[in-house]
């Protein structure tokens, strides 16, 4: 069974521009969590989707983040314009019961 | 509010036994799940505990006390290969909080 798959792996771009992260979870995974890992710092939390619907959000830095997720399948996180502090590791997650969660291998954000 | 609170740093010997604590304040708890994590990689889940007592799965064991809010991994006949970092993390409401992370070192 695959597992869950983020694209890119690494991506490096400069302040102001727009990024977007993708991610695949595993099928038949209804919940699908965004986390972020700032160097140094803990994973925390930035949103949860059930299928398509966000579950909660209460994570998201702030409106220059937008998250989707197009018929309850892949998500996409967009950052724009980002900022030198978006840089970090940023995991997908899914879930088939909300408690186990798979994480994705992550996408290295460099913002310079 | 909810915080997590575990040691930054454990050394331990190959073939030894090592645990590794983790407090917790949080409201509306739901349960305490362990990851482990290697360098460059994805969080890994490890277990969960949602009712005190200890859960076993080979090497690695969880326990929880909702009483104390105090849970620990314990890791028993240490390989190299767990050399990484492990976090204890909340299920509150539909979100896991994760605490900052135990960086386990193993001396050969």
């Known amino acids: 069974e695959a597992g869950v798959t983020q694209f890119p792996s690494h991506s490096v771009i400069e302040k102001g521009q727009t990024v977007t992260l993708r991610c695949d979870p595993i099928?038949?995974?209804?919940?699908l969590y965004w986390y972020r890992r700032v160097m140094g710092k803990e994973i925390k939390f930035l949103l949860h989707f059930v299928k398509e619907s966000k579950q909660d959000e209460s994570g998201m830095p702030n409106n220059r983040f937008l998250a989707e997720r197009t018929g309850g399948t892949y998500s996409t996180l967009k950052v724009q314009p980002a900022e030198l502090e978006d840089s970090g590791v940023y995991f997908c997650?899914?879930?088939?019961?909300?408690?186990?969660?798979?994480f994705g291998p992550g996408t290295r954000l460099t913002v310079t | 509010g909810q915080s997590l609170e575990q040691p930054s740093e454990v050394t331990a010997v190959e073939g030894a036994i090592v645990q590794i604590n983790c407090t917790y304040q949080?409201?509306?708890?739901?349960?305490l799940s362990w990851y482990q994590q290697h360098d460059g990689g994805a969080p890994t889940f490890l277990s969960y505990n949602a009712l005190d007592g200890l859960e076993e799965t080979g090497r690695f064991s969880s326990f929880l006390s909702r009483s104390d809010s105090y849970g620990y991994l314990l890791l028993q006949e240490l390989q190299m290969k767990d050399s990484a970092s492990y976090f204890c993390a909340v299920k509150r409401d539909d979100k896991i909080i994760f605490g900052k992370g135990t960086r386990l070192h193993i001396l050969p």
């Open positions: 949080t409201s509306g708890f739901y349960g």
């Open positions: 997650a899914s879930s088939p019961n909300k408690y186990e969660q798979y």
């Open positions: 099928s038949g995974h209804d919940n």
